[in-house]
């Protein structure tokens, strides 16, 4: 996403923020929000409905969404705070020719909210605990462009899974099914786009190139 997101971005190295002990989390998430609030940056466009983006910890995305979600709910902010959305998209993992359907985070880190910006609904998502700040151009949220959004929610909505593998160029692998069962090799080429291998057997005194299913082979 332009000027506003990069998926390679560096998160700042402080510790995630952590409830003291006998701290009820429903009481921070009742607190009252002040009339005004200085901290909010000047400048922004406020009054439209639209998708910001947030920082948090890695890792920590689904712990945000909740923690947001219960702080919409308990501080009526839901005529201001309309959705938080973690684009995911399903990959299928595959080592040693076995199979794992996992569910990954298109954007590690972040959390989409869809709000009006204004100082009480800033204050409710700023303050929920794990999130670190607002994405935008230095100080000022920096609202995502319509289709910036349109690209996120498309590549949310594409059902077709990525595959993740772990076999490189030069490997020695084996094949695991197919007519060249149980022939040894060296992988050659690894075709993502295709989800195909391609691994060079010795067959009748030759190199022969053999291309295959990533879930054919397995590491020798």
Same mark, same amino acid.
Request: include cysteine; aromatic fraction near 8%; hydrophobic fraction near 35%.
């Given at each position: 996403?332009?000027?506003?997101?990069?998926?390679?971005?560096? #998160?700042?190295?402080?510790?995630?923020?952590?409830?003291?002990?006998?701290?009820?989390?429903?009481?921070?998430?009742?607190?009252?929000?002040?009339?005004?609030?200085?901290?909010? $940056?000047?400048?922004?466009?406020?009054?439209?409905?639209?998708?910001?983006?947030?920082?948090?910890?890695?890792?920590?995305?689904? =712990?945000?969404?909740?923690?947001?979600?219960?702080?919409?709910?308990? #501080?009526?902010?839901?005529?201001?705070?309309?959705?938080?959305?973690?684009?995911?998209?399903?990959?299928?993992?595959?080592?040693?020719? =076995?199979?794992?359907?996992?569910?990954?985070?298109?954007? $590690?880190?972040?959390?989409?909210?869809?709000?009006?910006?204004?100082?009480?609904?800033?204050?409710?998502?700023?303050?929920?605990?794990?999130?670190?700040?607002?994405?935008?151009?230095?100080?000022?949220?920096?609202?995502?462009?319509?289709?910036?959004?349109?690209?996120? #929610?498309?590549?949310?909505?594409?059902?077709?899974?990525?595959?993740?593998?772990?076999?490189?160029?030069?490997?020695?692998?084996?094949?695991?099914?197919?007519?060249?069962?149980?022939?040894?090799?060296?992988?050659?080429?690894?075709?993502?786009?295709?989800?195909?291998?391609?691994?060079?057997?010795?067959?009748?005194?030759?190199?022969? $190139?053999?291309?295959?299913?990533?879930?054919?082979?397995?590491?020798?």
């Amino acid at each position: 996403m332009a000027n506003t997101m990069d998926n390679e971005e560096l #998160m700042d190295n402080e510790e995630p923020k952590v409830e003291t002990e006998g701290e009820n989390p429903e009481d921070s998430n009742q607190a009252a929000v002040p009339a005004s609030v200085e901290e909010i $940056p000047s400048g922004v466009q406020k009054g439209e409905r639209q998708w910001f983006v947030i920082h948090c910890y890695s890792g920590y995305e689904n =712990k945000v969404r909740k923690n947001l979600e219960q702080r919409i709910e308990t #501080m009526n902010m839901k005529d201001k705070i309309f959705d938080v959305f973690i684009p995911t998209q399903d990959e299928i993992e595959v080592r040693d020719g =076995k199979r794992r359907t996992v569910e990954r985070h298109v954007f $590690p880190g972040y959390v989409l909210v869809e709000m009006i910006l204004e100082e009480d609904s800033w204050f409710v998502v700023r303050n929920t605990p794990g999130v670190t700040g607002f994405v935008g151009m230095g100080d000022e949220p920096t609202p995502l462009r319509p289709e910036e959004v349109a690209a996120i #929610m498309r590549r949310a909505e594409d059902e077709s899974p990525t595959f993740k593998v772990t076999y490189h160029e030069g490997d020695r692998v084996r094949i695991v099914d197919g007519p060249f069962n149980d022939f040894r090799g060296t992988v050659a080429e690894v075709d993502m786009e295709r989800s195909k291998i391609r691994v060079m057997v010795n067959f009748f005194g030759r190199e022969t $190139p053999v291309e295959l299913d990533f879930l054919q082979v397995e590491k020798a």
